[in-house]
């Protein structure tokens, strides 16, 4: 018999809900990865290059000040071999993001630019193979994603953010 999800007069959750780690798993996948997440404020990227990450659910991700003054999010793996990009919560990279483990070369929006040894990638599309799809979001002040597609749009879910 399956365990009962709340107490008979559903006043509370059982308590074997806020430690298993199966339930866990379950919400993160079907909850919190596809629920808008703040990722940060404006203000920490102001400048072109200007990038912010943070860990959550166990995923590294970016948000990151494009030349076009948007700010994007992605995850921070390499395209490559999964590498992480940045290692630093904040800083600046730059105009371009070039990856420390084989030097895979990303824009400021995602794309990727630049492989050595391009020679030995015959066939590759460089369009399919930006560091992650990304995931504008922006309110006024805040930029927000979800780690996965399919949520609905931001506009209209971040109301008592707004105020
Ligand atoms: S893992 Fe990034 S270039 Fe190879």
Request: charged letters at 20%; hydrophobic letters at 35%.
């Amino acid at each position: 018999m399956a365990a009962p999800l709340a107490d008979e007069d559903a006043f509370s959750l059982p308590a074997w809900i806020y430690h298993d780690p199966e339930f866990f798993e379950l919400e993160k996948q079907t909850i919190f990865r596809q629920a808008w997440q703040l990722v940060c404020h404006q203000s920490d990227v102001p400048n072109v290059g200007d990038y912010h990450s943070f860990d959550f659910m166990g995923e590294s991700v970016i948000a990151l000040r494009g030349e076009d003054g948007q700010i994007r999010s992605f995850h921070n793996a390499c395209r490559h071999r999964a590498s992480r990009l940045l290692d630093e919560s904040k800083g600046h990279c730059g105009r371009k993001i070039t990856c420390p483990y084989h030097a895979w070369t990303y824009g400021l929006d995602g794309r990727l630019v630049a492989i050595p040894q391009r020679e030995a990638f015959k066939g590759l599309d460089f369009g399919r193979h930006g560091f992650g799809t990304p995931g504008a979001g922006n309110l006024p002040r805040l930029h927000l994603r979800p780690l996965c597609p399919g949520p609905p749009a931001c506009k209209g879910n971040g109301g008592p953010l707004r105020a």
